[in-house]
């Protein structure tokens, strides 16, 4: 322990002895370390915090997901450190008197970019800060200009959720309206060729589908007009059977008939076919057809029944009547399905013989249903999206899709976050301090010189026997003490220094708060 102290004591005589040189140093260091602070800007940092809310109550039913709004948000979060953007914030800011031309626009642009940070804190919570320390502004310029820059963040990152989707959803709109102009004559013109070759190849069959199917459709009605001929043919027959085995009439003493049974069915007729006639129906038609063949077989049994007359007569029969109307309903019926038959026989002929003679029929149909599918179903597609985007442009306009609300302001910054000068200066006192203190040693070992006499014994391997102590004149101690006097002096300069700079430092901190 006596030898540590020993060697510390050795060690602080060499510095001592060399203190001119250790403050010299001081002084140097101190002086090129805190001009080099003072050449640095203060930069000043402002903060706020935003927090936006997704409303998903009505949007979700037109088909807008909390998700897609965050991937809203985090577009609007790219968005707002875009190179639009951040000229807008330079020329609303103080920024814009170091701006003098483009090149300088776009110089400003690169160093708020790199000055602002955008946090996602926790969800839909974002915090916006910006720092300012630009060399030729004040401390208190430069922290009105971090907080503009905050402010002006935080506007565009409303006008930007507010008018981003109206944008988009205008742009969206224009594009899905010419598409459908297009999809739209497409279509008409694949319709139009559909309808012509229906005329030419399926207008002869009823029904829907193509050429297979309404041939099948056809076969399977002549099929059912074949078994309601053949019922009615047989219900005719029994029909028949019976009017044979019936009397037309049955002696009724002392009454005449007033008008006969074959006139009144006969009205019946003519009364029918005048309603048929009215209705538009041609003389070609099955139904007109059969009530003129009743007609003309009621007409002559009409002809044949003799006047009213006085006394006992024979009446008709009302049963041979009633057989009479329903035989001559069957026939009409039995009338109407030939007819019906007929034409549809010859129409299968006439199409199946366009089949034999043009092959590529089916092939030609499929194609077109194939093309006019394919256009219908594109265009019923664009047709829905471009009401679902008028919906949801409707919606994000005239409801708050997302509340944002400012939950802390922008501040406005009092004490610069960098560089922190009063730590600095500090540090360069110490550093300094030590320098010199280190190089007045270093000289003092490089030096052959002995402290004390143990000091040279170590070093001679000689015994001393003793020391001298140095005797001072008064004109030397006189010496002496001025040289401490300055030496004090310097040192407390060098403090005074120091001292003076913090205070400069305080007092500028005041003056921006």
């Not at 049955?250 to 005048?274: D, H, K, M, Y």
């Not at 409707?394 to 609300?405: F, H, L, P």
């Not at 300094?432 to 001679?460: C, D, I, M, Y």
Request: hydrophobic share 40%; proline share 4%; charged share 20%.
């Amino acid at each position: 322990m006596d030898g540590l102290y020993e060697q510390f004591r050795i060690a602080l005589h060499q510095v001592w002895t060399r203190r001119w040189l250790a403050l010299g140093i001081a002084w140097g260091l101190c002086l090129v370390g805190w001009l080099a602070i003072a050449l640095v800007p203060n930069s000043y940092e402002s903060k706020a915090r935003v927090f936006a809310q997704t409303q998903s109550i009505l949007p979700q039913q037109v088909g807008i997901t909390p998700a897609e709004r965050q991937m809203d948000l985090m577009r609007v979060k790219q968005m707002l450190t875009s190179t639009e953007n951040l000229e807008k914030v330079v020329r609303r800011t103080d920024l814009n008197l170091l701006v003098a031309s483009e090149r300088d626009l776009a110089a400003q642009v690169a160093k708020l970019r790199e000055n602002i940070q955008i946090t996602a804190q926790q969800d839909n919570l974002f915090e916006i800060s910006a720092k300012a320390g630009v060399g030729g502004f004040s401390n208190a310029q430069n922290a009105r200009t971090a907080s503009a820059v905050v402010q002006n963040l935080l506007n565009i990152f409303v006008e930007e959720n507010l008018a981003g989707d109206r944008s988009e959803t205008g742009q969206s709109l224009a594009f899905l309206d010419e598409e459908l102009k297009r999809r739209e004559q497409q279509l008409q013109e694949a319709e139009q060729r559909r309808v012509e070759f229906e005329t030419r190849y399926m207008g002869i069959l009823p029904g829907e589908g193509s050429v297979d199917q309404r041939l099948s459709a056809s076969r399977m009605e002549l099929s059912n007009i074949d078994r309601e001929l053949m019922a009615a043919q047989s219900a005719l027959s029994s029909i028949r059977a019976q009017l044979s085995a019936t009397p037309a009439s049955i002696s009724t003493p002392g009454l005449a008939p007033v008008v006969g049974v074959a006139t009144e069915q006969l009205r019946q007729l003519q009364a029918r076919l005048a309603e048929q006639q009215a209705k538009g129906w041609t003389e070609g038609h099955p139904d007109i057809i059969a009530t003129r063949s009743q007609i003309a077989r009621i007409g002559a049994q009409a002809r044949n029944e003799r006047p009213a007359g006085s006394g006992a007569i024979s009446s008709p029969n009302p049963a041979y009547s009633s057989l009479r109307a329903m035989a001559a309903e069957k026939e009409g019926m039995i009338a109407a399905a030939s007819a019906r038959k007929n034409q549809i026989q010859s129409a299968i002929a006439e199409l199946t013989a366009k089949q034999s003679s043009e092959p590529g029929v089916v092939a030609e149909q499929a194609r077109l249903n194939r093309d006019y599918e394919v256009l219908k179903r594109q265009y019923d597609k664009l047709l829905e999206d471009r009401e679902q985007v008028r919906l949801r442009g409707d919606i994000q306009s005239r409801t708050s899709a997302v509340e944002v609300k400012v939950i802390d302001p922008p501040s406005r910054p009092t004490v610069p976050v960098a560089p922190n000068r009063p730590l600095f200066l500090t540090m360069i006192l110490f550093v300094a301090a030590g320098t010199g203190a280190g190089a007045a040693f270093a000289k003092g070992q490089l030096q052959t010189t002995f402290p004390n006499q143990s000091r040279l014994e170590q070093v001679t391997g000689l015994p001393v026997l003793g020391a001298i102590s140095e005797v001072l004149s008064a004109q030397r101690r006189a010496e002496r003490a001025q040289r401490l006097k300055w030496f004090v002096g310097a040192g407390g300069a060098l403090a005074g220094s120091y001292a003076i700079l913090m205070a400069v430092e305080f007092w500028q901190r005041s003056t921006v708060a």
